[in-house]
């Protein structure tokens, strides 16, 4: 009995051990360099044998809508694009977070770069959502919840990028860009249930974890979209990480390897 | 294929004008972030040849007096 739980104790350990790890190396610039480019091209064949069949499949093969005729083919590139803004600015407070407790530099690398990437979705998410609405429901805009919020996180995206610009010191700049995103968290819980919260002319959402309201021709290809802007968002957010990394870490000696003559 | 010919696939019903200018927006934004990354990379490979030159210099002038 002792001896088990003895042995559970050290699975646990180890267990912790390898997180501990694993968190500490991520931490580490030229194991995030080599990663990257480890994972860089099985991205890119995300993007290619995913997110484009994807498109192709709900924009030429699916059905139309019932009620909503072929407008309803820009949820192919709207949903995964909002899913993109959101869960970009997610990753921005998370990786926040850790720069202001654990001080780690990869952290901030990761915060600098997602922010114009996430907020160039959250404004394609806006637009596209707008050319929608118009043959939809015969506005471009409306101050609803689900759109005022949506336009909430594009103003955050866009504020934390200014703070960073306006401060001269980097370290100074790193924590309070994370201050500033770790407060705009609030605005996530607000984007996704604002349409059950209030009364909306934005549609609830189609996706559930319990019966999709979509049919399966439209539901299939709208899920390839989602995975493959997933693997879209990936590659711009490790290539421009990789960039940052390189800048910030010139006087290291690995560095020199990836200089191109 | 859904679509009966291509000037249908086109036409989308009445919807071409919006279901393509979505896409074609998407297209842009994209590859906007793809070339502004690609181009800010090539400027890093600059700015850190420049700084490392910079620094051999200054060590070559602090060994000869």
């Not at chain 1, 860089?40 to 044998?49: N, R």
């Not at chain 1, 700049?173 to 968290?185: D, E, K, Q």
């Not at chain 1, 909306?200 to 999709?212: A, V, Y």
């Not at chain 2, 279901?19 to 074609?24: H, L, N």
Request: contains cysteine; glycine residues 6%.
């Amino acid at each position: 009995m002792q001896q088990r739980v003895n042995q559970a104790e050290t699975k646990t350990a180890t267990l912790w051990q390898w997180i501990n790890n694993t968190f500490h190396r991520f931490g580490s610039p030229k194991y995030f360099y080599d990663l990257t480019g480890k994972l860089l091209p099985w991205c890119w064949a995300g993007v290619l044998l995913v997110l484009i069949p994807g498109l192709i499949w709900g924009l030429a093969f699916a059905p139309p809508d019932y009620y909503q005729g072929n407008s309803y083919r820009i949820i192919f590139i709207h949903v995964p694009a909002a899913g993109i803004a959101m869960m970009g600015y997610a990753v921005m407070a998370f990786a926040g977070i850790v720069t202001l407790v654990w001080r780690m530099k990869m952290a901030d690398v990761i915060a600098k770069v997602v922010a114009p990437i996430g907020a160039s979705f959250t404004f394609l998410c806006l637009v596209t959502g707008a050319i929608w609405g118009r043959p939809t429901w015969g506005t471009w805009w409306e101050w609803d919840a689900r759109l005022t919020s949506m336009l909430i996180l594009f103003f955050l995206y866009v504020s934390v990028m200014a703070l960073r610009a306006a401060i001269e010191h980097p370290d100074v700049a790193a924590r309070a860009t994370a201050v500033l995103s770790i407060v705009g968290i609030v605005n996530l819980p607000i984007i996704r249930y604002s349409v059950n919260w209030w009364n909306t002319l934005h549609q609830p959402s189609s996706i559930r974890l319990t019966g999709s309201s979509l049919a399966p021709e439209m539901l299939y290809p709208l899920l390839a979209c989602i995975v493959g802007f997933y693997f879209l968002f990936a590659v711009l957010v490790m290539l421009s990480a990789r960039n940052e990394v390189l800048l910030r870490e010139y006087r290291s000696a690995w560095v020199k390897k990836w200089l191109k003559p | 294929m859904y679509f009966d010919s291509f000037a249908d696939f086109v036409a989308m019903g009445t919807h071409g004008p919006y279901v393509w200018s979505a896409y074609a927006l998407t297209l842009i934004v994209v590859l906007a972030n793809l070339g502004v990354i690609l181009h800010q990379g090539r400027k890093v490979q600059a700015t850190i040849r420049q700084k490392l030159r910079r620094q051999q210099l200054q060590e070559q002038d602090s060994y000869e007096p």
